[in-house]
C-alpha cells in the first residue's frame, strides 16, 4: 500500500481498479448464483433419482432372485456367453454460466442379443423381467452418473467461483479501498501542508509588509516624530510578532 | 410218465404216483418235520432280511429306533420258533416199532401207520408255508415300521399292530398243526 | 438307447430289500432331515440373517454353517449343495446294480450342465480352474477328463478330435454324439459350427431331451413300481420342458416360422402325457394364446395354464411347476420298494436349496411381504394334503 506513490495519476488508476473489480465482482456474483441454482437442482435431482433408483435397484435385484429361483443359477452362463457389449456410454458436455459438465448419454451399439433363449426350460419369463428391469435401472445409473459428475463438477466450480467473489469482495475491493483512501489522505495532508506553508508565507510577508510599513512610519515618524508617537505603539506591537521573526 | 415207454420191468415205478404211496410213513412224517422246520426258517429268515436292512439303514439317520426295531426282528424270530416247535412236536410223535425187524409184524395197524405218516407231513407243511407267508409279512411290515419309524416316532405304535396281525397268521398255522398231528399216532406194535 | 438294459430288475415287494433295502432305508431316514413347517415357520420370521444361521443351527444343516461366522445367500447355497452332494456321493456307494446305474442316471443332468459349461467356457478361452469351480459338484465325472475337454484346439478337426476321445468316454457322450448326428444330418454343419452357431441353451435342451427319454426307457425297462413312479415324475417333467420350451421361445428365434417345426420341436422329449399328439401340436403354437388353446385339451395342464393366464403376478407358472413337482416329488416317498425316492430326495433336496436361497434373499433384501412365496417340501399345510392339523 505504502509503496503506491499517493499521486493523482495512481488515483485515477485505482478509481478505474476499484471500479473494474466491483463490476467483475458484480459478474461473479451473477455466476455464482447461477451455478447455486443449478447445483441446487441437480442435487435436487440426485436425491430424487437416488431414492427411485433405491426401490428400482432393490426390485430388479430381488427379480433377480426370483429369477434363480425359477431358473437356478444362470449367473455363469450370461458370463460365459459373449461379451460384445450392447449397451454403451457416451460423454457429451453441457455449459452452465461457462462450466463446462459432463453429459452421459446411453447409446445400443447394435450388438446381438445374446443369451436369448436363457431359461428355456424353466425361468425364461423372469429372466425376460430381471433383463427389462436392470435395463430401466442402467439407466437410471448412467443419469445417476451423469448427475453425479455434473455435481462434483458444479461443486468446483462454485467453489473457485465462490472463492473470487469473496476474494474480490474481501481482500481486492477493501485493498484497493485502502489504497485510495491512503491516496486521499496523503493528497489531503499534502493539501493541508501546503494551505499552513501558504499561511506561514503569508504571515511572514505581511509582518514583512508591516515591517516595511513600520519603518516607513519609522521613517516617517523621524521626519514627523510626534505623530508617531501618538500613534499607539504598544497597540501595535504584538509580541507574538516577534517571535517569528528569525535571523 | 408213461411206464411202457421207458420200463416195463415189475420193479419200475409206475409212476409219480406209485413212488408217492410207497413211500414209507416215516419219511412222510419227518419230511413234515423237515419242511415245518425249514420253511419255518426261510420265513424268518426272509423277514429278518427284509427287517434288518431297512433297519440299519434307516437307523443310521435315525438311531434312536435301532432297539426299539428290534421287536420286528423278534417277531420274524418268532415264526422261526414255531416252526421249531412244531418240528419238536412232530419228533416227539415219530416212533419206532417195537420188534425191530425186516418186516413189519402181522395184524399191522397200516390205516394208522398211514395217517401217522400223511397227517405230519401236511401238519409240517401247514407250519411250514403258513410261517413263510407270516415271515415274509412280517418282514415286510417291519420294514416299513422301521422307516416309518425313523421318519416319525408316533408310528411305530401303529405299525406294530399291523405287524403283530402278520404275525399271527403263523399261529394259525401252529395251532392248525398241532390239531393235525393230534390224531397222529405211529403204532409201534402190531394189533392183536 | 444308450444305456444298455439293466440285468434284473429292482426287485418286488418281498424281494427289493435284498439288494435296495439298506440304501433305501438310507434316503428314507434322510428324508427326516427334510426342513418342518415350523423350521419355515421360524425362518420366515427372522430378521437378519444371523437369526437364520441361529436358527438353522437347530436343523439338519448344523455341522453345514457351523464354522461360518456369518452368513450369505452363496454360502449357504454352497454348503447346502456339498451337504446334498455328500449325502449323495454316500448313498451311491452304498448301492449296487441296477440302483447305482440309477443314481448315476439322476447325476447325468448335471454332467450335461458342466460339458456344456466346460465347452463354452472353452470357447471364449477362460480358465479351466475357474470353470471347474462353477461346476455342479453332482456333475462331476474324472478330473483328468473334465481338464482335457477345454485343452483341445480351437478348430473343427481339434473339436472332433475331442467327441471321438475324451466325450465319448464319458457317460453323457452318447447323448451329445447323438445331437451332432442330429445337427449333422439336419444342416450338415460340423461339430465346431454346430457349438459356436448354436446356443448353449438349446444344446443342453437337447441334451436334457435325450437324458429324459434314456432315463425315462431305463426306468421303463426296470419295470414295477419304479416304472410307474419314476416313469410318471418323468413324463411330467417331460412335459414341463415341453410347455416351459414353447412359453419362453416367445419373443426369441426359436419362435420364427421356420424354426419352430424344425428347431423347437427337436426339443420336446419324446416321452410325456403330452407326446406324441401334444407335443406336435405344440410344434405351431406361436403365441401364449394358442398355447393355451393347446393346453386345455389336457386337462392337467389347463389348470396350470389357467394360472398363468389368469396373470394376478401372485404364482408364476413355474411357481406352478414347481408346486406340482414337489407334490408328484412327495407322492414318491409314499410307497415303499421303488428307485422313485432317490430321484425325489434329490430333487427335493434342491427345492429346500432354492427355498432357503430365497429365504435368505428375502431378508437380505428387505423383502418381507414376497417370503412366503417360495414351494414347501412335505409342508403339513400343503394344497394338496387337504386340511390337516
Not at chain 1, 469482495?169 to 499534502?190: C, M, Q, S
Request: hydrophobic share 40%; proline share 3%; aromatic share 10%.
Amino acid at each position: 500500500m505504502a509503496e503506491v506513490p499517493p499521486t493523482r495519476m495512481n488515483q485515477q488508476i485505482f478509481k478505474g481498479k476499484l471500479k473494474a473489480a466491483q463490476g467483475g465482482h458484480k459478474l461473479l456474483k451473477k455466476k455464482a448464483d447461477a451455478l447455486k441454482v443449478k447445483f441446487r437442482d441437480y442435487a435436487k435431482n440426485i436425491s430424487e433419482t437416488k431414492s427411485g433408483m433405491a426401490t428400482d435397484a432393490s426390485s430388479a435385484f430381488f427379480s433377480l432372485t426370483q429369477a434363480e429361483y425359477a431358473a437356478g443359477n444362470f449367473k455363469q452362463k450370461v458370463a460365459e456367453g459373449s461379451m460384445n457389449a450392447r449397451i454403451r456410454v457416451g460423454a457429451g458436455v453441457d455449459n452452465v454460466a461457462g462450466v463446462k459438465l459432463p453429459v452421459f448419454t446411453k447409446y445400443e451399439t447394435g450388438a446381438v442379443a445374446d443369451n436369448q433363449s436363457l431359461g428355456l426350460v424353466g425361468g425364461g419369463k423372469k429372466i425376460v423381467a430381471v433383463r427389462e428391469k436392470f435395463t430401466v435401472l442402467l439407466d437410471m445409473l448412467i443419469k445417476l452418473a451423469s448427475l453425479q459428475t455434473s455435481f462434483v463438477t458444479l461443486d468446483e466450480a462454485l467453489k473457485v467461483t465462490n472463492r473470487r467473489v469473496n476474494a474480490l469482495e474481501n481482500v481486492t475491493i477493501p485493498k484497493i479501498e485502502g489504497v485510495l483512501a491512503y491516496i486521499g489522505r496523503e493528497l489531503d495532508e499534502l493539501e493541508r501542508e501546503d494551505f499552513t506553508r501558504l499561511k506561514l508565507v503569508q504571515g511572514k510577508k505581511e509582518q514583512e509588509e508591516k515591517e516595511e510599513m513600520k519603518k516607513k512610519e519609522a521613517s516617517k515618524a523621524l521626519k514627523k516624530p510626534g505623530k508617531e508617537n501618538s500613534a499607539d505603539i504598544t497597540a501595535a506591537f504584538d509580541a507574538t510578532d516577534d517571535e517569528d521573526v528569525v535571523f | 410218465m408213461s411206464s411202457d415207454a421207458t420200463c416195463s420191468s415189475e420193479y419200475c415205478n409206475q409212476g409219480w404216483a406209485e413212488v408217492l404211496t410207497h413211500m414209507s410213513p416215516y419219511g412222510y412224517a419227518n419230511f413234515g418235520v423237515a419242511f415245518g422246520l425249514g420253511l419255518s426258517i426261510v420265513g424268518a429268515a426272509w423277514g429278518i432280511w427284509l427287517t434288518g436292512s431297512s433297519l440299519v439303514g434307516a437307523a443310521v439317520k435315525a438311531p434312536r429306533i435301532r432297539s426299539k426295531n428290534l421287536i420286528s426282528v423278534i417277531f420274524c424270530e418268532a415264526t422261526a420258533i414255531y416252526g421249531v416247535i412244531m418240528a419238536i412236536i412232530l419228533t416227539n410223535k415219530i416212533k419206532e416199532p417195537e420188534s425191530a425187524g425186516y418186516f413189519l409184524e402181522e395184524g399191522w395197524d397200516y390205516n394208522g401207520y398211514y395217517y401217522a405218516g400223511y397227517g405230519m407231513f401236511s401238519a409240517g407243511l401247514s407250519v411250514g408255508l403258513t410261517n413263510i407267508a407270516s415271515g415274509v409279512s412280517v418282514g415286510i411290515a417291519g420294514s416299513s415300521c422301521a422307516i416309518a419309524d425313523a421318519q416319525d416316532a408316533s408310528l411305530f405304535v401303529k405299525i406294530l399292530i399291523v405287524e403283530i396281525f402278520a404275525s399271527a397268521l403263523g399261529i394259525f398255522g401252529i395251532i392248525v398243526g398241532i390239531i393235525q398231528s393230534n390224531a397222529c399216532t405211529f403204532p409201534t406194535f402190531a394189533l392183536q | 438307447m444308450t444305456t444298455p438294459k439293466p440285468k434284473e430288475g429292482t426287485g418286488d415287494i418281498a424281494t427289493f430289500n435284498i439288494q435296495h433295502g439298506f440304501a433305501e432305508a438310507l434316503v428314507r431316514g434322510m428324508r427326516s432331515s427334510f426342513l418342518q413347517d415350523q423350521d419355515y415357520h421360524h425362518l420366515t420370521q427372522c430378521e437378519t440373517l444371523d437369526d437364520v444361521r441361529l436358527n438353522l443351527t437347530e436343523t439338519d444343516y448344523a455341522d453345514s454353517i457351523a464354522d461360518f461366522n456369518s452368513l450369505n445367500p452363496t454360502m449357504l447355497q454352497k454348503a447346502a449343495v456339498d451337504k446334498l452332494v455328500t449325502e449323495f456321493k454316500y448313498l451311491r456307494t452304498q448301492t449296487v446294480e441296477p440302483l447305482s446305474t440309477f443314481l448315476d442316471f439322476i447325476t447325468y443332468e448335471y454332467m450335461i450342465e458342466n460339458v456344456m459349461l466346460l465347452l463354452k467356457g472353452a470357447l471364449s478361452g477362460r480358465d479351466i480352474n475357474e470353470l471347474l469351480e462353477q461346476c455342479h459338484p453332482l456333475g462331476m465325472f474324472k478330473e483328468s477328463t473334465m481338464r482335457s475337454i477345454p485343452t483341445f484346439e480351437n478348430s473343427a478337426k481339434g473339436y472332433s478330435d475331442l467327441y471321438q476321445t475324451v466325450l465319448v468316454d464319458t457317460p453323457v457322450g452318447p447323448y451329445f454324439s447323438k445331437f451332432l448326428q442330429e445337427s449333422a444330418m439336419h444342416r450338415g454343419a460340423h461339430s465346431r459350427n454346430v457349438l459356436e452357431e448354436v446356443e448353449i441353451e438349446i444344446i443342453k435342451s437337447s441334451l436334457i431331451k435325450y437324458w429324459i427319454e434314456d432315463f425315462y426307457m431305463f426306468v421303463e425297462s426296470l419295470g414295477g413300481d419304479t416304472a410307474t413312479i419314476m416313469g410318471d415324475i418323468l413324463k411330467t417333467r417331460a412335459d414341463t420342458n415341453a410347455v416351459n420350451i414353447t412359453l419362453n421361445s416367445f419373443g426369441t428365434p426359436l419362435n420364427e416360422p421356420a424354426m419352430r417345426s424344425s428347431d423347437r420341436k427337436r426339443l420336446y422329449p419324446a416321452v410325456g402325457y403330452l407326446y406324441p399328439a401334444g407335443t406336435s401340436m405344440l410344434a405351431d403354437v406361436s403365441d401364449e394364446d394358442e398355447l393355451g388353446r393347446v393346453l386345455e385339451l389336457f386337462p392337467s395342464y389347463s389348470a396350470i395354464w389357467s394360472i398363468h393366464a389368469s396373470g394376478t403376478g401372485d404364482k408364476s407358472i413355474d411357481d406352478v411347476f414347481y408346486e406340482r413337482d414337489v407334490q408328484a416329488l412327495e407322492l414318491a416317498f409314499e410307497s415303499q420298494f421303488h428307485f422313485g425316492c432317490f430321484y425325489a430326495y434329490v430333487k427335493l433336496k434342491e427345492q429346500e436349496i432354492r427355498n432357503l436361497v430365497w429365504i435368505t434373499e428375502c431378508i437380505l433384501q428387505q423383502q418381507k411381504d414376497e417370503i412366503e412365496k417360495f414351494v414347501q417340501v412335505f409342508s403339513n399345510t400343503a394344497p394338496w394334503r387337504g386340511k390337516t392339523r
